[in-house]
């Protein structure tokens, strides 16, 4: 700990954080100035936002070779990327809560999942070849942005415009899975994307794109697909891959018409996904006229999305108006058959959809309705309707009001809120606002905040806030029912969503030299408190019976500085979080200890240009501290709760950009996972109970990796 406070120490003295922006010498200061949308009444620059707001540029995007959210979003903290190998996934974590707490959108539209609407979202199929930045903002959003914007948003702004009449770009990148690779061999990973804007006239602009992103998988210590060793005593089952191979396809097309103060823009993208699961066990069968052969249940599962969204903004006698409305769909299905391995013959066992989300939605707001320079006001609404249905291979649920297993259901919100900023003083600022939603399902909630922002002599800026938001329960929390004679693990269609309550506050203050170097140190502090949280919990230790109930209390303390520094071709941020989390957890008879149990995270990034040359080189480093957590042991003489411990690991990545031919070809070569970090140790004892995985290593990444990624950009 001593060391970890001699870091922070020279981390806030030196300020060494890698730049998100371009490398050009005014980048930083520019981006003083950058205009943000998410959570504002109305879109402007970061610093005089209520709000804290990150930003992730294009250029960060493009220096890392990020082709999906889950790529990016490893660097940064306060959040943790969390891939799911056995189903092919990552998901995201903030402020030690899970994905359901935090809330993804694409152009402030919440994208459709498998369990909800903006959360649990998988990240590894949000491309970003369209993107122009991705903004975030941490602590309770639910007056903005409704429920289960618990933890925070992240709001992803795609490309509406073109600076030339023509813009053309053809990416190619090759990639590795740790030391596996070929490009003939179905081994590492292989991208391709296209697009094409134009400006069709001084009203009209239109673009199109298409991605193909191709994991081969990634076989770590299995065989693959074609492994054909049998042994009936061994249970490690070498047969397939550690990370599934998936291969995604996704399409966009957008519109735009703008005149005068008013802008309509609709956008489409379809997104196909089809991951292959090659079953670890198996067996043998003989068969009449062929022999003795090997065989094993395979799967495929297919992912189709449609998206649309259609916005209009602008301003109508002086009030601002930016109404949107979104139908997406999601299916996913799945096709079983039985793989014999030497003959390579598929026979079909079924085909059948898996899941299936469906929602409609719409929202809008209206904005400076009163004439006044210091005060501003936001009014709108919210509409969602959502319907979801799951088979019983997506779990078994309990569906007896339709006489089957699975679940077909239909969830509605309407919600109004309002929100305005009064400049008190030239200096001082204030944000109050307020939400109610009329739900279906639920009681009906509501969302409250107040933020205010504060600005001193010599620069300082001081912001804080305060949230109150909450979270709805998910189809597998109100509709699982998976009984037998080995389990019984029940939802509870009778779960109250949760509430939470979030605070923040920050100081921050830009340096400007003589010399030119620009320093940017800032300090922030978060608490958020969850109540009434959801949790699997054992109901009854005789027989032993699960249920989802609303019993535990989160808390969650955040301290963390972020950093920045420029001088001529340098830029360097650096930034440390501290964060203690208590999670009392109520079963049976036993209850959890409720202590602060602490962690940190350390990030660092560092890029220099080479301007002769037109090269970037770029840095980027993470450090995820030791967590710790108490976890039900699942036994039934001696229920209790175990301190579960995941060691920390380091995460580094290293990039060389160059430019050819005036910058029309754009290279980038680099490295992911330099520290070669696979599994990462836990202490959780294999099969300790239903809460476990199973495993003493959880799979966090598939080793060092190298990329090269080319663009050819043609614009005229």
Request: net charge neutral; hydrophobic share 35%.
């Amino acid at each position: 700990m001593q060391r970890i406070h001699k870091l922070y120490y020279i981390i806030f003295l030196t300020g060494l954080y890698a730049s998100a922006q371009g490398i050009n010498q005014d980048t930083l200061a520019n981006n003083l100035n950058e205009v943000v949308i998410t959570g504002q009444i109305e879109p402007q620059s970061i610093n005089k936002s209520v709000f804290n707001v990150r930003i992730i540029s294009q250029a960060d995007i493009q220096r890392q070779a990020a082709n999906n959210l889950a790529d990016v979003l490893n660097q940064y903290l306060n959040i943790m990327v969390t891939p799911n190998t056995s189903a092919g996934r990552s998901t995201a974590t903030m402020f030690g809560l899970d994905s359901q707490y935090l809330k993804i959108l694409v152009d402030n539209i919440p994208l459709v999942s498998d369990t909800g609407l903006g959360n649990n979202v998988d990240l590894t199929q949000i491309n970003l070849n369209d993107i122009e930045r991705i903004e975030i903002i941490e602590g309770a959003m639910g007056v903005t942005h409704g429920a289960n914007a618990v933890s925070g948003v992240i709001n992803i702004i795609t490309k509406k415009r073109a600076l030339k009449k023509w813009e053309l770009s053809v990416t190619a990148q090759e990639e590795t899975a740790g030391e596996e690779y070929s490009p003939f061999y179905n081994k590492g990973r292989h991208i391709q994307a296209l697009r094409a804007a134009h400006n069709i006239n001084q009203n009209w602009f239109a673009s199109v794109g298409v991605n193909r992103n191709d994991f081969e998988g990634f076989k770590d210590e299995r065989g693959g697909r074609d492994f054909t060793g049998y042994d009936p005593d061994d249970l490690d089952h070498q047969r397939g891959y550690s990370w599934l191979p998936k291969e995604q396809l996704t399409t966009n097309a957008l519109i735009r018409f703008q005149k005068n103060s008013h802008r309509v823009f609709y956008k489409f993208e379809f997104f196909n996904e089809d991951i292959d699961f090659y079953n670890p066990v198996v067996s043998q069968e003989l068969v009449t006229g062929t022999g003795l052969l090997k065989y094993s249940f395979d799967r495929i599962y297919n992912t189709s999305k449609f998206y649309h969204h259609l916005n209009a903004s602008g301003k109508l006698g002086g009030v601002n108006y930016n109404v949107s409305a979104s139908l997406q769909k999601q299916r996913r299905n799945v096709e079983e058959f039985k793989y014999y391995i030497q003959t390579g013959q598929e026979v079909p066992r079924l085909d059948e959809v898996y899941q299936e989300t469906q929602v409609l939605y719409s929202t809008g707001t209206v904005s400076n309705i009163i004439k006044s320079s210091s005060v501003s006001l936001q009014a709108g609404y919210e509409a969602v309707n959502t319907k979801g249905y799951g088979s019983s291979l997506s779990g078994i649920f309990n569906n007896d009001e339709q006489g089957g297993t699975n679940v077909d259901k239909r969830l509605e919100n309407y919600d109004v809120f309002a929100a305005s900023e009064i400049q008190l003083t030239e200096s001082f600022s204030i944000r109050p606002g307020f939400r109610y939603s009329f739900q279906s399902k639920f009681e009906d909630q509501w969302s409250g905040s107040f933020g205010v922002r504060k600005l001193f002599l010599n620069g300082y800026e001081a912001r804080a806030s305060y949230g109150r938001s909450y979270r709805t329960p998910n189809y597998d929390e109100l509709y699982t029912y998976m009984v037998d004679a080995n389990h019984n693990i029940q939802g509870n269609a009778a779960l109250n969503p949760e509430s939470a309550h979030s605070i923040e506050a920050s100081l921050k203050k830009n340096f400007m030299f003589a010399s030119g170097a620009i320093l940017s140190p800032s300090l922030s502090a978060n608490y958020i408190m969850v109540d009434d949280r959801i949790e699997l919990a054992i109901v009854n230790p005789q027989p032993l019976q699960y249920q989802y109930i609303n019993i535990n209390d989160y808390k969650m303390w955040n301290i963390a500085t972020a950093n920045s520094f420029q001088y001529k071709n340098w830029q360097a941020r650096a930034g440390l979080s501290f964060m203690g989390i208590s999670r009392k957890i109520n079963a049976a008879d036993t209850t959890s200890d409720n202590k602060f149990l602490t962690t940190y995270q350390l990030n660092a990034n560092v890029a220099y240009s080479i301007t002769k040359a037109g090269m970037l080189l770029s840095v980027y480093y993470k450090l995820n501290g030791k967590q710790q957590q108490y976890v039900d042991n699942g036994s039934v003489s001696d229920p209790g709760f175990d301190l579960q411990e995941i060691q920390s690991f380091g995460l580094l990545d290293a990039s060389i950009r160059k430019d050819f031919f005036s910058g029309r070809l754009n290279t980038t070569f680099g490295a992911r996972n330099l520290l070669d970090v696979v599994t990462i140790r836990s202490n959780i004892p294999a099969g300790s109970g239903v809460h476990t995985a199973g495993t003493n290593n959880i799979a966090m990444a598939y080793g060092r990796s190298y990329f090269l990624k080319l663009v050819y950009s043609l614009n005229f």
